[in-house]
């Protein structure tokens, strides 16, 4: 049977008071409307369409390539007018399942669950009930019991005080038989508190044609609250970090602090892994057997060996680190740094786009850039690679056991013979041959007899 999957993302989300289109804010760094198509990725075959208003054109660029397709409404006259705007181009037969650009924690078993509760026959409404329902559009029921037949839906500023008590709400989120979604919506009326084409009107309707009407109840309110403001934002942020936090401490991960624990992407961890409070994990990470996190640690997009040990307030992006490395505090691993294992990199450390092999250290206040660096290399404090003569970059290589010392200038592209020398403070311009010591810079002279000036006596 047909599924067609609509989101709403018309509306102009005013309490955000920012100037992007509310379904583009991001959480846990994916956009809202992304999470939603995530989420109807998982729901088999299907035809998806986004209603887009507000900041259209931003949110049409960002569904670009996934598939679904927009459906401008110009203006927004309401939720049912939004759906009058897509009807057109649904299949003639089966369900439509509507969810909203800004819920975006709805979980796939829940719209699967809705969708299939109305299997293309029934108009099936997820509700829930809350304690606060203000604003919210609440079920009417036959009798007051919850067991009571669905007989409509009355908007917050619609409802009399009576129906005001009643707790269980509308989601916005339904799933109703397509062909007569399209029937219903043709009748719809703007004769209400907000001049607007209520969707939910066709609860009635549907009641009145004699077809069923089913309530299915959504347990984890998470997965059906609404974004309108940066405080529910940062509250739905929170709720999703510890949904995630807990399924990592499930797995075994063990995190100083769940509720101090960010995860923008997704984390593969293996055995005994520990991290310690305030890192935030991008996109994808892998992290090995027996791996430490310090605190305050930003990693993005990187695999890290087992055992290795990454130490406090350090920043990793697109790198990969060897088993047993250590690396940090305050170190810097950018794109393509690749560490062999038991590489040391210490503090105020940055590596770009250079692999350095087994047991190779640098571990003060340095910098290897588009470098590539043998096994068991010491790297002294504040040496640097000028990579980059201003128009192009440039290969530094350095073989295996070379002693590089401090404060040294490797002028690319340059060669350091293995096992050679480097004395401290060098500017090396040319390549160095293997096994010797290689100095270039002033030599040091003292003259004798030299004295101090004085002071011109004054007067
Ligand atoms: C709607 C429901 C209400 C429900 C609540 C749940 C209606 C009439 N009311 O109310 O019963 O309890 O959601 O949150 O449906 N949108 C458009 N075009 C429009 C208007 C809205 O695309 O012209 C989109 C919005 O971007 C949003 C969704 O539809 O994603 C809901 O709109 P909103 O204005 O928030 O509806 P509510 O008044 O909250
Ligand atoms: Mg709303």
């Excluded at 369409?49 to 996934?66: K, L, P």
């Excluded at 203000?134 to 669905?150: E, F, K, N």
């Excluded at 709720?239 to 997704?266: I, S, Y």
Aim: neutral net charge; contains cysteine.
């Amino acid at each position: 049977m047909a599924l067609d999957i609509v989101i709403m993302a018309a509306g102009k989300g005013t309490r955000m008071k920012s100037r992007h289109p509310k379904v583009l804010h991001q959480l846990a760094g994916r956009s809202l409307l992304g999470h939603v198509l995530g989420t109807t990725a998982q729901l088999g075959e299907h035809h998806c369409w986004v209603i887009t208003g507000h900041g259209a054109d931003a949110v049409e660029s960002a569904i670009a390539g996934t598939g679904a397709v927009s459906v401008r409404q110009m203006p927004q006259l309401g939720t049912g007018h939004a759906i009058q705007q897509v009807v057109p181009h649904l299949a003639d037969q089966g369900t439509t399942l509507i969810l909203n650009g800004d819920v975006p924690l709805i979980e796939a078993a829940t719209a699967r669950a809705l969708a299939q509760a109305c299997g293309g026959e029934r108009l099936a409404l997820l509700t829930i009930v809350l304690d606060d329902a203000t604003g919210y559009g609440r079920i009417l029921r036959s009798g007051d019991a919850m067991g009571g037949r669905v007989l409509g839906i009355v908007e917050h500023k619609d409802a009399n005080p009576r129906q005001r008590e009643i707790r269980e709400v509308y989601t916005g989120m339904m799933a109703a038989p397509t062909a007569a979604l399209k029937r219903w919506v043709a009748a719809l009326k703007n004769d209400n508190a907000q001049g607007e084409f209520y969707l939910t009107d066709i609860v009635a309707m549907a009641v009145e044609e004699g077809v069923p009407v089913v309530a299915t109840h959504a347990t984890d309110d998470t997965e059906v609250l609404g974004v309108n403001s940066p405080l529910q934002l940062a509250d739905l942020e929170r709720r999703f970090q510890r949904r995630q936090a807990d399924t990592l401490l499930e797995a075994g991960v063990r995190l100083a602090d769940p509720a101090r624990f960010d995860l923008r992407g997704t984390l593969a961890a293996g055995q005994d892994v520990e991290i310690d409070v305030g890192c935030v994990f991008e996109g994808t990470v892998t992290l090995g057997d027996e791996v430490r996190i310090g605190a305050h640690c930003v990693i993005r997009d990187a695999v890290i060996g087992a055992g290795a040990v990454i130490h406090p307030f350090t920043h990793i992006e697109g790198a990969t680190v060897g088993a047993g490395a250590l690396v940090g505090p305050y170190a810097r691993l950018r794109p393509g740094a690749v560490l062999g294992e038991q590489v040391h990199i210490g503090n105020f450390v940055e590596v770009k786009n250079s692999t350095l092999a087994k047991g190779a250290k640098a571990n003060h206040l340095a910098y290897l850039g588009d470098a590539t660096v043998g096994e068991r290399v010491n790297y002294g404090a504040g040496s640097i690679t000028a990579n980059y003569d201003g128009a192009n970059k440039h290969r530094t290589v350095i073989g295996d056991d070379v002693h590089i010392g401090s404060n040294c200038v490797l002028i690319a592209p340059v060669t350091i013979g293995a096992g050679g020398t480097v004395g401290g403070g060098s500017t090396i311009s040319k390549d160095t041959p293997p096994g010797q010591l290689s100095v270039a810079r002033g030599r040091q002279v003292s003259i004798v007899g030299w004295t101090r000036p004085v002071k011109a006596k004054k007067g």
